[in-house]
């Protein structure tokens, strides 16, 4: 299943292997989790449990869909979504979070989310709402002066890559997390840009969708 997988951040101290640990993913609640590994005298071994992240977001399709049910799917998202940017991981270990983030949305999310917005869900799945709300979970803030200009052009690139998507859920959430962006203080002017390419490339866009661009445009989303 790892073949070829070279670990970069091994424990220097006995944890639960890959393999141990993705199959406690895929059926319940990992025994431990690097979010959780808090102890400053283990953040090896922290450093260890994010990387089993990464590699799961890298091999999303292969390691993760079809094995696990969509509810299941919308939890497993939520485990990771903090690795980007806590600052306590290696740089280069971010890094992959950020360039592994597309996977979850076109493998994790886009085959099975509905857009809250246009089709007006009362009861969105968890994945629905957690594709929606993904840049409000997350503890990325866009434009804040703690990121650094390798943070924001990640995000803008994840959202590039949704606003490419055919599946209107996924146009959504990079419109809210684009909103954000915007409506800080230092905000993104890169954000207002790829909101009006994506307006003038796609003039068919749903009323509703079209409104919440601009509105996002100024700054404007909850």
């Known amino acids: 299943m790892t073949e070829g997988i070279e670990w970069q951040y091994p424990a220097p101290r006995s944890v639960v292997s890959f393999e141990v640990w993705l199959e406690e993913i895929r059926t319940g609640e990992p025994r431990v989790d690097w979010n959780k590994e808090t102890d400053p005298g283990h953040f090896e071994v922290r450093d260890t449990y994010a990387e089993y992240n990464v590699v799961l977001w890298e091999h999303y399709q292969e390691l993760l869909v079809n094995h696990v049910s969509e509810k299941r799917l919308g939890e497993v998202i939520a485990i990771g979504r903090g690795m980007m940017v806590y600052d306590r991981l290696p740089r280069e270990l971010r890094n992959r979070a950020w360039r592994a983030l597309p996977n979850v949305f076109l493998y994790g999310f886009e085959p099975y989310v509905e857009s809250c917005l246009i089709e007006d869900l009362s009861s969105p799945s968890i994945l629905s709402e957690t594709c929606y709300m993904w840049w409000d979970v997350c503890p990325y803030y866009p434009g804040a002066p703690a990121n650094t200009g390798e943070d924001d052009d990640y995000f803008l690139a994840v959202c590039q890559v ?5 599946n209107l859920a996924l146009q959504e959430s990079a419109l809210h997390g684009l909103g954000h962006s915007i409506g800080v203080p230092n905000g ?18 749903p009323r509703k969708l079209k409104a919440y661009a601009k509105r996002a445009r100024s700054g404007r989303v909850l």
Do not use: G, Q, Y
């Open 162 to 166: 949704c606003l490419k998507s055919p």
């Open 188 to 205: 993104l002017k890169k954000s207002v840009k790829l909101i009006d390419e994506f307006l003038h490339a796609n003039s068919d866009t």
